[in-house]
Structures are given as structure tokens and as C-alpha cells.
């Protein structure tokens, strides 16, 4: 299914508009979409295949700001946002391998999981597995020490320094 939206030829600036649906094999529906690339230069299954990966792309980053840490950093600093975003897409590596993993196991419910319901679920349990790996290579992990080392490392200007969450944890430790 192809055809092309009305073109108004007084408006130099104006570029034409195609209308082109491809079927999806698998559900028998059409999927529609709008594109101004020529159709000698560009199929309607090219044109599909470039949207599918431009929502791979807008799923990806959604993913990343959503449960992977980066819809907001608390740090202007260059040093701490390159490790955030470097820790979020190592995140997302492992948690793409563990996704393939798990998807060639019979009977896995991760292959009915959409990406950004499996990020979320896996978000939600990473701290528990960092917890065990951390454990079964001698390390113990203490969530309130990485907060306090984190604090240390990014201090807050003078004028926050009141009441920073390193002086409440001092408050509350037995002397």
C-alpha cells in the first residue's frame, strides 16, 4: 500500500509527503507511516525497517532514563556524569545478556516481556544480584557506606554543606 499526500507546489520550501503501509506477516495489520523519501530511492519495507530501528533507538534511551540512572544526574561534575552513564550502559549490557540468557530457556516469562516492562524488573533486582556477587567474591556490601563514599567524593559547595546526609548518619551511629 503506497500513495502520497497532496502536494501544494506554490511553497518552494514545501517537500512532498509519502503515505506509505507495509503488512506485518505475523498479525496481518498494516503499519502506516509518513516519510518524505522518494519512493524510486526507498522501498516501503526500507522505510519500515529505518522506523523499526529509530524505535529501538527512542526505547533505548527511554530505558536508560527510566531505570538505568539517567534522568537526572546529581552531579555537574565531567568525572561523575561519565561514570554514571558508563556504569548505566554496562547495566544494560549485562542486563541484555541475562535477557538472552533467560530467553532460550523454555519455559522463560522474559520472552513476553516487552523491553521497557524487562528493565524495570531488572532494575528492581540487580541490587540483590550486585549483593550476591559482591558476597561470593568476599566483598560486603553496605549500601549506606557507598552513599556516604559517593557523598565524600562529590562534596556539596559550602552553602548546601547543613544537614548533609553524611552528618545525619553521623547523628544516628553509636558512639
Given at each position: 500500500m503506497e500513495g502520497y499526500l497532496l502536494q501544494i507546489e506554490e511553497d518552494p520550501a514545501f517537500r512532498p509527503l509519502r503515505f506509505v503501509g507495509v503488512k506485518n506477516e505475523k498479525t496481518g495489520e498494516y503499519h502506516l507511516y509518513v516519510t518524505h523519501l522518494p519512493a524510486d530511492k526507498v522501498s516501503p519495507e526500507e522505510i519500515a525497517d529505518l522506523y523499526r530501528a529509530r524505535w529501538a533507538v527512542e526505547i533505548f534511551f527511554k530505558e536508560l532514563k527510566s531505570h538505568f540512572g539517567l534522568s537526572s544526574i546529581g552531579s555537574g561534575k565531567k568525572h561523575i556524569v561519565e561514570?554514571?552513564?558508563?556504569?548505566?550502559?554496562?547495566?544494560?549490557?549485562?542486563?541484555?545478556?541475562?535477557?538472552?540468557?533467560?530467553?532460550?530457556?523454555?519455559?522463560?516469562?522474559?520472552?513476553?516481556?516487552?523491553?521497557?516492562?524487562?528493565?524495570?524488573?531488572?532494575?528492581?533486582?540487580?541490587?540483590?544480584?550486585?549483593?550476591?556477587?559482591?558476597?561470593?567474591?568476599?566483598?560486603?556490601?553496605?549500601?549506606?557506606?557507598?552513599?556516604?563514599?559517593?557523598?565524600?567524593?562529590?562534596?556539596?559547595?559550602?552553602?548546601?554543606?547543613?544537614?548533609?546526609?553524611?552528618?545525619?548518619?553521623?547523628?544516628?551511629?553509636?558512639?
Open positions: 561514570i554514571v552513564i558508563c556504569v548505566a550502559l554496562l547495566t544494560v549490557i549485562v542486563s541484555g545478556q541475562v535477557r538472552r540468557e533467560l530467553e532460550k530457556e523454555p519455559r522463560s516469562d522474559v520472552k513476553e516481556m516487552g523491553p521497557l516492562l524487562y528493565a524495570e524488573h531488572f532494575h528492581h533486582i540487580s541490587t540483590g544480584l550486585l549483593q550476591a556477587v559482591l558476597y561470593h567474591e568476599g566483598f560486603r556490601f553496605d549500601p549506606a557506606s557507598l552513599w556516604i563514599g559517593a557523598i565524600r567524593a562529590d562534596p556539596l559547595p559550602e552553602r548546601y554543606r547543613r544537614g548533609r546526609l553524611e552528618d545525619v548518619y553521623r547523628q544516628r551511629e553509636p558512639n
